[in-house]
């Protein structure tokens, strides 16, 4: 079965600097990847996905991820946080056969300091 | 603009009584999911649906029930509410590609509260 484990329920930095979050996932069969962000009070929102080809992932506000098969991670960051990126992440994975069903990780929740 | 819409936003009810959370959708997209969101679980799935007439249980489906009569709308029926459904719930949809790729959009969520 497939399962996500995001490392880290809640991660804090300061304004301007990187922002890492991780996540590592557990499929036996290649898998499709996705990031998504939740705002307070708001339903979640995709950021990026990884599919196939380039293992290197650009999405929105920033985000970009890899994809490292030998490490079965596909861990999210951004060079610069700002404030606005304070918010809840969510890791999840695809398997590619049969249902389309998402598994979520447990989530991160992202504290920017001015 | 194509939406999704969850009714209501917010919901306090008592333990024993039969509530429905709406979902509908206006993208057309044939495949609906139902999560729960709680704390350190992330959101866990309760039910989906591929098309009109499908549904399938997930994760954590012991008493919820769907039913799905027509393309934009999927509701999700607790039978006999109890303080463990006490839950923030999200609706999904996607289209149907057929490789996988395709995203789930999410609605706004509804706070239910089991008193």
């Known amino acids: 079965a497939q399962s996500v484990t995001q490392l880290g329920s809640h991660v804090s930095v300061s304004e301007g600097a990187l922002v890492l979050l991780r996540c590592n996932y557990s499929s036996s069969v290649p898998p499709y990847l996705f990031w998504y962000v939740q705002y307070p009070n708001q339903g979640l929102q995709l950021l990026l996905k990884?599919?196939?080809?380039?293992?290197l992932v650009k999405g929105i506000n920033g985000f970009e991820a890899e994809f490292k098969k030998s490490e079965t991670s596909f861990h999210l960051t951004k060079p610069s946080a700002h404030m606005s990126d304070a918010a809840e992440y969510f890791c999840?994975?695809?398997?590619?056969?049969?249902?389309?069903?998402?598994?979520f990780g447990q989530g991160t929740r992202l504290t920017i300091n001015p | 603009d194509a939406e999704i819409t969850q009714s209501p936003r917010h919901k306090i009810t008592e333990t024993g009584r039969q509530v429905t959370l709406a979902c509908h959708q206006t993208w057309n997209h044939n495949n609906m999911f139902w999560y729960r969101q709680d704390l350190g679980h992330g959101l866990r799935l309760i039910h989906y649906s591929y098309g009109v007439q499908d549904t399938n249980k997930g994760e954590v489906s012991d008493g919820y029930s769907v039913s799905r009569s027509n393309t934009e709308d999927l509701p999700l029926t607790l039978e006999s509410a109890a303080s463990s459904q006490t839950s923030v719930y999200f609706c999904a949809s996607s289209v149907a590609s057929g490789g996988g790729t395709d995203t789930q959009y999410f609605g706004p969520g509804t706070r239910l509260t089991v008193l």
């Open positions: 999840a994975v695809k398997v590619i056969q049969g249902a389309q069903k998402l598994v």
């Open positions: 990884y599919t196939t080809g380039a293992t």
